[in-house]
């Protein structure tokens, strides 16, 4: 039961997390006004921590999605 409270919680943060993200160009982030602006080179810190914790919450759910299919083989 928590598991599942676990991956539903990390679901939304995880989505969250993914549109908080600035588009690098290209693609459907141009057809709502991603490509209109400059970019300045480098990514600032707020950026690299944003992709850090984006990562390790993606991990943390890819974890929660491994144990709960181990519980459902179990039966438990």
């Known amino acids: 039961m928590g598991f599942s409270i676990a991956l539903i ?5 995880l989505m969250l997390l993914v549109l908080m993200h600035k588009g690098k160009g290209g693609g ?4 709502f006004g991603g490509g209109m602006q400059s970019s ?3 990514s ?3 950026e690299r921590n ?3 914790i984006t990562v ?3 991990l943390l759910w890819f974890a929660c999605i491994v144990v709960l299919g181990l519980l459902m083989k179990l039966d438990i």
């Open 44 to 46: 600032s810190v707020a």
């Open 40 to 42: 300045v080179g480098g």
């Open 28 to 31: 459907l982030s141009d057809m």
């Open 9 to 13: 919680v990390f679901s939304l943060l």
């Open 50 to 52: 944003l992709d850090r």
């Open 56 to 58: 390790v919450l993606g």
